[in-house]
């Protein structure tokens, strides 16, 4: 009977494994990834028990959002496009969030009907609970505006504690405004990273012109010029590191666009033009002062020639640093550096103005300016003054004026922020750089009390 139950143990055992075989078989085969998922699995599971198999209760580390993404590469052309269309599709979804023309009316309409009085003056005012009611009709978009932070930000001095309704409005027209102008540079912003290079500007300016009247009357030959000559002014003063780029955010926060898009006005005044870097006189008055300091019409500009421009009277020492330190071409000087050096000298209480100009009174690269470096430049001024048959200044009375002017930290070192902190930074570069500068120093004692003898004629008669 054993020897029977031992047979027939074993003809089981054979049955059951060839059942197992055979259903192996027809079991379907792990693809490549699923394997490799396993002996992940597997040497997850056998470190753990290698390492005691503690567990942390904390497994936030997973849920961890990814924040960097690869930009494709130039020979990536696919990734390349699509990274393209989906920020031109989500530049367009951000742009149909904004107010158009017809809902900014609609809320001026509903502000308008929900004033509160009394009236003071002429100006129209709403207080906090008709604000908010104004905010429930007015639609999901303009929901951003209604909040009691904005209302306190715009609340002054009224006795009633309402805000005034053109404000407001005018507020909500600049942050619609911004945000336009942001979509509006960002599909310039090839890059994709939230700044512009200079092509693309230079792109987003081009494009710009036919819709600026006040430039209606520019030849297209001049677009070129006009372009370079309006980019300039932000990359000079928005790039005061040279790196070729400007973050689309600084483009925001300075005037520099509200003066450029300020030519869309039809009846800008003469007065406004002027001063008015972007304007086509302006534009075209930097230009002609170059073509007219270029006696050779070469295109470029050489130490003499560029020695006669504004009156003629800055210093050979001070222009030898210009050619030294400034990009040139076989010694001459393009438009491009032109450029920078006249936004330098018209602009010279600006901090970037008086960086150009520091490095290159900064003769030994040290980061300030000892007395050493100051004699080296007002000695050309003194030699300008022989030369006119001027009695020569005293160095020393003047070295004590400039360290009154500025008072540096270091009493015998001024540094570019010495300079730009005493707001003294223009006269000071005048005084080492310019005859025609000094000499309106030394005699602005004489010059005030010649223009106030001047308004005096005028009120008499």
């Known amino acids: 009977r054993r020897a029977g139950w031992r047979v027939c143990a074993a003809a089981m055992d054979w049955k059951r494994s060839l059942r197992d075989r055979l259903a192996?078989?027809?079991?379907?085969?792990?693809?490549?990834?699923?394997?490799?998922?396993?002996?992940?699995?597997?040497?997850?599971?056998?470190?753990?028990e290698w390492k005691g198999g503690r567990k942390s209760g904390n497994t936030s580390y997973t849920n961890i959002p990814r924040f960097y993404y690869r930009l494709p590469a130039e020979d990536e052309v696919l990734l390349q496009k699509l990274r393209e269309e989906s920020r031109a599709v989500f530049l367009q979804r951000k742009s149909r969030e904004l107010l158009d023309n017809e809902e900014l009316q609609n809320l001026w309409f509903l502000l308008d009907k929900h004033q509160t009085s009394p009236m003071i003056g002429e100006e129209a005012m709403i207080n906090y609970e008709n604000f908010l009611k104004v905010g429930e009709k007015a639609g999901p978009k303009c929901k951003q505006f209604f909040t009691a932070k904005i209302f306190a930000k715009l609340l002054h001095n009224d006795p009633y504690g309402?805000?005034?309704?053109?404000?407001?409005?005018?507020?909500?027209?600049?942050?619609?405004?911004?945000?336009?102008?942001?979509?509006?540079?960002?599909?310039?912003?090839?890059?994709?990273?939230?700044?512009?290079?200079?092509?693309?500007?230079?792109?987003?300016?081009?494009?710009?012109?036919?819709?600026?009247?006040?430039?209606?009357?520019?030849?297209?030959?001049?677009?070129?010029?006009?372009?370079?000559?309006?980019?300039?002014?932000?990359?000079?003063?928005?790039?005061?590191?040279?790196t070729g780029k400007i973050?689309?955010?600084?483009?925001?926060?300075?005037?520099?666009?509200d003066d450029l898009l300020e030519l869309r006005d039809e009846e800008l005044s003469k007065e406004s033009q002027e001063?008015?870097?972007?304007?086509?006189?302006?534009?075209?008055?930097?230009?002609g002062q170059y073509l007219n300091l270029d006696k050779d019409h070469n295109g470029m500009l050489s130490k003499e020639e560029l020695s006669r421009y504004g009156t003629g009277t800055l210093t050979n020492i001070f222009l030898d640093r210009v050619f030294q330190e400034c990009l040139t071409y076989d010694g001459e000087m393009d438009y491009k550096t032109y450029l920078d050096f006249v936004l330098a000298l018209e602009n010279r209480k600006e901090p970037a103005a008086l960086q150009y100009i520091?490095?290159?009174?900064?003769?030994?690269?040290?980061?300030?300016?000892?007395?050493?470096?100051?004699n080296y430049f007002f000695r050309a001024i003194q030699e300008q003054m022989k030369i006119h048959g001027q009695e020569p200044v005293s160095f020393q009375d003047v070295k004590d004026e400039i360290f009154d002017m500025v008072k540096p930290k270091d009493p015998y070192k001024i540094?570019?922020?010495?300079?730009?902190?005493?707001?003294?930074?223009?006269?000071?570069?005048?005084?080492?750089?310019?005859?025609?500068?000094?000499?309106?120093?030394?005699?602005?004692?004489?010059?005030?009390?010649?223009?106030?003898?001047?308004?005096?004629?005028?009120?008499?008669?």
């Open 24 to 48: 192996a078989r027809r079991a379907p085969k792990k693809s490549e990834q699923e394997l490799k998922d396993e002996e992940t699995e597997l040497f997850t599971k056998y470190y753990m």
């Open 162 to 242: 309402r805000i005034s309704i053109m404000q407001f409005f005018n507020y909500v027209m600049r942050k619609v405004w911004l945000h336009q102008t942001r979509i509006g540079l960002s599909l310039y912003d090839v890059a994709g990273q939230g700044y512009l290079r200079e092509s693309d500007l230079e792109n987003y300016i081009l494009e710009l012109i036919p819709t600026l009247p006040q430039l209606d009357g520019l030849e297209k030959s001049f677009y070129s010029f006009y372009v370079c000559t309006a980019v300039r002014k932000f990359f000079f003063f928005l790039d005061p590191l040279r």
């Open 247 to 257: 973050k689309i955010q600084d483009i925001l926060a300075c005037s520099f666009l």
């Open 275 to 287: 001063t008015n870097w972007f304007s086509a006189p302006s534009a075209l008055r930097v230009y």
């Open 358 to 374: 520091f490095k290159l009174l900064d003769i030994e690269n040290k980061g300030y300016l000892n007395v050493f470096s100051l």
């Open 415 to 461: 540094s570019l922020q010495d300079l730009i902190n005493s707001s003294q930074g223009d006269t000071v570069t005048s005084i080492l750089i310019d005859l025609n500068g000094f000499w309106t120093y030394e005699n602005r004692e004489v010059l005030v009390a010649s223009d106030n003898d001047s308004a005096a004629d005028v009120d008499d008669t």
